[in-house]
């Protein structure tokens, strides 16, 4: 069983920065694939970023340019840097890692972009 838990998040103006952390009960070398997902009001949850276990990266275009997935080895972290954030960018988002073939989620951190 793997635990996830994400933090880092809060209320940001438009324009500004955020860094999420999700941090894991596993060694995230054992991950095969980690990724950050959000949901916003009313809508489906949608894949924002992903990082495979060699280092490969891919992202949605709404945040290509503005959010950086990254892993931190001494901290056992995933990362979500997240700049110049926008309304749209509000949600809550959430760690997903795959341990072997299953996926193990977080329980979420709400971002919101406001002034």
């Known amino acids: 069983q793997v635990q996830l838990v994400e933090s880092g998040g809060g209320l940001v103006q438009p324009g500004g920065s955020l860094r999420l952390s999700c941090a894991s009960s596993q060694s995230i070398d054992d991950f095969t694939m980690m990724s950050w997902y959000r949901q916003a009001p009313e809508k489906q949850r949608e894949l924002v970023a992903i990082m495979s276990n060699l280092g490969s990266t891919n992202y949605v275009d709404s945040v290509k340019g503005r959010f950086t997935i990254s892993r931190d080895n001494a901290k056992n972290t995933l990362d979500l840097l997240m700049k110049n954030l926008k309304f749209e960018d509000t949600a809550v988002y959430y760690c997903?890692?795959?341990?072997?073939?299953?996926?193990?989620w977080g329980p979420g951190n709400q971002v919101t972009v406001g002034s």
């Open positions: 997903n890692v795959y341990y072997g073939n299953r996926p193990f």
